[in-house]
């Protein structure tokens, strides 16, 4: 029964973070056509992170609340921006000197992953209201 849990809880994270990318990255696609590269596009997704981003993934994670029950819900939700720091790991490796403030980097990425749960929240919470429970 465990390992069932986990497999669906690492299931629901690797479905976050591939919303969440595509969530981040598609505003990026349809604004500037087809990218260089795949860290290119990252990059200046992450540059270019605006308003109308962060409620995509306020809407990601709404959706992931409504959809999904509550400990899988969370975990697609906080996995939403997972794929950030895992780029940003990859460019450290590749060249050292790209990141020098990874720190702050990476403590932006957990603050803003506060918006797709505040919408699973949300999400949660409505799925919670409209359930009609049938009592026999």
Known sequence: M???FVARCVTACLVGIA?????????DILS????????????SAV???SPERLLLLLAGGFLWGLVLKWPYSLCAA????GSLPAFAVVEIWTYPTSHNLWAFEF??????????????????????????KVVR
């Open 107 to 132: 403590s932006i990425y957990v603050f803003l992953s506060i918006i797709p749960l505040l919408g699973m929240s949300a999400g949660l919470m409505l799925r919670r209201i409209f359930t009609v």
């Open 32 to 43: 500037r056509g087809r990218p260089e590269s795949l860290f290119a596009l990252v990059d």
């Open 47 to 49: 540059k270019d992170m």
């Open 19 to 27: 919303s969440g990318f595509v969530l981040v990255t598609v505003p």
């Open 78 to 81: 906080a996995c939403q921006l």
């Open 2 to 4: 465990q390992a069932h």
